[in-house]
């Protein structure tokens, strides 16, 4: 196990049992929560997990802010989409959308980054907000590519299509069909873009970017060439976040400008990334798994709690469902003000202050 997660294990006992639920009940999401929506909620949090610790290799590792993430996250799904519409359903097409996505990503993040990384901080944000903006108005206005606003509805190969039917009957209280199949290749496509992730940040390559991060000008002083550094995340995060686009094409069999390139979908990765904790792949899962399902599921919670205080006239109001972003915004403030490090984080320096106590006592 310590190999397998390149040994960066939790180090908190509440950590390692969140982490456990929560990639069981992804792994287990198909017989467990056989309905639609929970599916795609699931869906969801796998490729948020993705997309979210790509970002964290800018953000949380290396310090970069950059605001045109999801413009890679869109590349991918538009890859997959144009080939798949173009040459029909098969895994020629999606082998070679996705082929083009990673290339235009590889040669889009270099120049970004070989051209804007030797700027400072703010700078370098602004450039990629105008870039990601640019990119936008290109998928909405050329339609006869990317469908424009209406985007792109193409057929996935049979065997993930969902009138591919592989048991006659469910087992175990699910229907075994592509659909199911589908959602399989998801879960293990993240979970092998997340363990690749984690070897990356635990490599003598992620210490480089850290130590870039906490100190650019000493990093340069003992002989890292930063630029080259920063360059190279900037690289593998553009890289990463495609691959999250894709999988997200293949799932909702759809590309649109606001299903992967909208300005809401960065605001919701710079969220999550605050809630997991900057600077580590285990806050990517824990935020992506809580932000996803308040997001879809505090609604319906407050729809209840409606019923619950009818007739009360200011809390019947507060408690309406039409509120749901606000309380969610509220949830935020205060996760932000109990966790300034992030839940992992949080939950990594109490084991620690923990330890150290026992260590102390011990030596009494």
């Not at 029909?88 to 235009?104: I, M, R, T």
């Not at 290749?185 to 984690?198: H, K, N, P, R």
Request: net charge positive.
């Amino acid at each position: 196990m310590k190999a397998l997660l390149s040994h960066d294990l939790p180090r908190s006992k509440l950590l390692s049992l969140l982490l456990i639920l929560t990639v069981a009940g992804l792994a287990l999401a198909p017989f467990i929560f056989p309905g639609i929506k929970a599916l795609n909620v699931a869906a969801k949090v796998l490729i948020f997990i993705v997309l979210v610790a790509s970002y964290d290799l800018l953000l949380g590792y290396t310090g970069i802010v950059s605001f045109a993430h999801t413009m890679f996250f869109g590349i991918g799904a538009y890859g997959i989409a144009i080939s798949s519409s173009r040459m029909g359903p098969g895994w020629d097409a999606v082998g070679l959308g996705l082929a083009a996505a990673l290339g235009l990503s590889l040669l889009l993040s270099l120049v970004i980054g070989l051209f804007s990384l030797r700027v400072k901080a703010i700078f370098f944000a602004m450039i990629t907000l105008a870039v990601a903006s640019a990119f936008v108005t290109l998928a909405s206005q050329l339609s006869e590519l990317t469908g424009g606003e209406d985007g792109l509805t193409f057929k996935v190969p049979e065997a993930l299509q969902p009138a591919t039917e592989y048991l006659e009957e469910p087992f175990l209280g699910a229907m075994i069909d592509g659909r199911f199949l589908s959602y399989y290749l998801l879960f293990f496509s993240v979970l092998a873009l997340v363990l690749l992730m984690l070897r990356i940040v635990n490599s003598p390559f992620g210490r480089v970017l850290q130590a870039i991060r906490e100190n650019e000008f000493r990093a340069e002083a003992i002989g890292y060439r930063t630029v080259v550094y920063r360059t190279l995340s900037n690289v593998l995060a553009a890289l990463f976040a495609t691959c999250a686009g894709a999988l997200l094409a293949l799932w909702l069999r759809y590309s649109g400008p606001d299903t992967s390139m909208s300005f809401e979908i960065m605001l919701d990765i710079l969220l999550i990334v605050v809630i997991g904790g900057m600077g580590t792949i285990y806050g990517a899962v824990i935020g992506s798994a809580l932000f996803v399902l308040a997001q879809n599921y505090l609604q319906d919670l407050m729809r209840l709690g409606e019923g619950a205080v009818a007739g009360i006239p200011v809390l019947s109001q507060l408690v309406s469902p039409d509120r749901w972003l606000l309380w969610l915004g509220v949830l935020f403030v205060l996760s932000v003000y109990h966790f300034p490090t992030g839940i992992v984080g949080r939950l990594r320096l109490g084991a620690l202050l923990r330890n150290n106590k026992r260590l102390k006592e011990a030596r009494r």
